[in-house]
T-cell receptor, first 114, second 113 residues
């Protein structure tokens, strides 16, 4: 069975601080995909990134960066110089071929205060 | 620009009165999903269509049904809504079931009175 754990249920930072959202996953499959989604107060989940299990390269997109480490089964997400618009719930998710579906973590609510 | 559209955005229904939520997509994706999301929880998959093939999750109540008349549209029918069915209902699409990201609509918030 698959499992995704986001240990931080809520994080509060002040604007311009850097913040890292943790994601730890469990699976016995060797082929899998990891995702991050953002859910702002409006409710729509917005896709941020997809990473497959064979690609451990870190990725940077503007102020966002992702650190994938198979050795620790982690796929952490860092926001640099946070902004108020980053306030949202962030979900990490896992997809394995056998199950086909997304297994979501419990989400981390990020509050960025001005 | 809208890719996954859900109507209505807010729906109020009475206890036991059937309700239908709709979803349409302009992405021409093969897979369409329906999720239920309650406050402070992760989305919970109810079922999905891979093309015309319907796939129900084991723990989805019989009260929930779905129809996909064509590639673009998918409907969620709740036959006899209970107070516990009040939630946000999210529709999503993806190109295939494995290895591709899902694109979500804005959701329909259902209130049961």
């Amino acid at each position: 069975a698959q499992k995704v754990t986001q240990a931080q249920t809520e994080i509060s930072v002040v604007e311009k601080e850097d913040v890292t959202l943790d994601c730890v996953y469990e699976t016995r499959d060797t082929t899998y995909y990891l995702f991050w989604y953002k859910q702002p107060p409006s409710g729509e989940l917005v896709f941020l990134i997809r990473r497959n299990s064979f690609d451990e390269q870190n990725e940077i997109s503007g102020r966002y960066s992702w650190n994938f480490q198979k050795s620790t089964s982690s796929f952490n997400f860092t926001i640099t110089a946070s902004q108020v618009v980053d306030s949202a719930v962030y979900f990490c998710a896992l997809s394995v071929e056998a199950g086909n579906m997304l297994t979501f973590g419990g989400g981390t609510r990020l509050m960025v205060k001005p | 620009d809208a890719m996954v559209i859900q109507n209505p955005r807010y729906q109020v229904t009475q206890f036991g009165k059937p309700v239908t939520l709709s979803c349409s997509q302009t992405l021409n994706h093969n897979v369409m999903y329906w999720y239920q999301q309650k406050s402070s929880q992760a989305p919970k998959l109810l079922f999905h269509y891979y093309d015309k093939d319907f796939n129900n999750e084991a723990d989805t109540p019989d009260n929930f049904q779905s129809r996909r008349p064509n590639t673009s549209f998918c409907f969620l029918d709740i036959r006899s809504p209970g107070l516990g069915d009040a939630a946000m209902y999210l529709c999503a699409t993806s190109r295939a079931r494995f290895g591709y990201e899902q694109y979500f609509g804005p959701g329909t918030r259902l209130t049961v009175t």
